[in-house]
């Protein structure tokens, strides 16, 4: 499975952004795609997950409300739109993939990742 990640960039405090990872590759019967995020000398942290069939969704507690996770199966598309941003979500967003239909939180549980994109919002 290839993913790759598109709609990073620079933004400022309070703004939007859309990202998207379009899949391609190996296809699974079921698959859920998440996003996780990094910021400079952190580690990975959970953001949003989806099961691609069906459309239960997960989100980490600091982003319900403000991130909403969905997926368009006809391109093979998914999608976080990002709302409110504020310098703390700053960091290289990236979208991975897991066989199944558990809306796993860990990065170590998804096997398939993109090769992340840029957010930076300025205060």
């Known amino acids: 499975v290839q993913l790759v990640e598109s709609g990073g960039g620079l933004v400022q405090a309070g703004g939007s952004l859309r990202l998207s990872c379009t899949a391609s590759?190996?296809?699974?019967?079921?698959?859920?795609m998440a996003w996780f995020r990094q910021a400079p000398g952190k580690e990975r942290e959970f953001v949003a997950a989806i099961r691609w069939s069906g459309g239960s969704t997960s989100y980490a507690d600091s982003m319900k409300g403000r991130f909403t996770i969905s997926r368009d199966s006809a391109k093979n598309t998914g999608y976080l739109q990002m709302n409110s941003l504020n310098a703390e979500d700053t960091g290289v967003y990236y979208c991975?993939?897991?066989?199944?239909?558990?809306?796993?939180?860990?990065?170590?549980?998804?096997?398939?990742w993109g090769q992340g994109t840029q957010v930076t919002v300025s205060a």
């Open positions: 991975a993939v897991s066989s199944g239909v558990l809306l796993f939180t860990t990065p170590n549980r998804y096997n398939y």
């Open positions: 590759g190996r296809t699974f019967n079921s698959y859920v």
